[in-house]
């Protein structure tokens, strides 16, 4: 099993930063790709970054050359470092890991809050 928590949100002004956290625990080595989402008011959930195991990283349009996905091997956390940040930017995130195999399998962190102000 893999358990997930993210940390990291809060308030910011329109052009500021914050860094989410996701801190894993369990089955770490079997953590094949580390995905983060966000829901904003009213939003579907939509997919931000994902990093795989190997350390290849994607990001949506939107979020693409202001936010950073990474990992610290060391305490066992995947960050997103959002820069430049917008009212848009505005949603709950989420953590999401998929692991395993035969049959693969996914778990979600409970969400932070990020809001942004204009």
């Known amino acids: 099993q893999v358990q997930l928590v993210e940390s990291g949100g809060g308030m910011v002004q329109a052009g500021g930063s914050l860094r989410l956290s996701c801190a894993a625990s369990?089955?770490?080595?079997?953590?094949?790709?580390i995905n983060w989402y966000r829901q904003g008011p009213g939003n579907q959930r939509e997919w931000v970054a994902r990093?795989?195991?190997?350390?290849?990283?994607n990001y949506a349009d939107s979020v693409k050359g202001r936010f950073t996905i990474s990992r610290d091997y060391a305490k066992n956390t995947w960050n997103l470092q959002m820069n430049s940040l917008k009212p848009e930017d505005t949603a709950v995130y989420y953590c999401?890991?998929?692991?395993?195999?035969?049959?693969?399998?996914?778990?979600w962190g409970q969400g932070t809050q990020v809001t942004v102000s204009s």
């Open positions: 999401n890991a998929n692991w395993g195999s035969h049959p693969q399998r996914n778990t």
């Open positions: 369990g089955s770490i080595f079997s953590i094949n790709t």
């Open positions: 990093i795989t195991s190997a350390g290849s990283t």
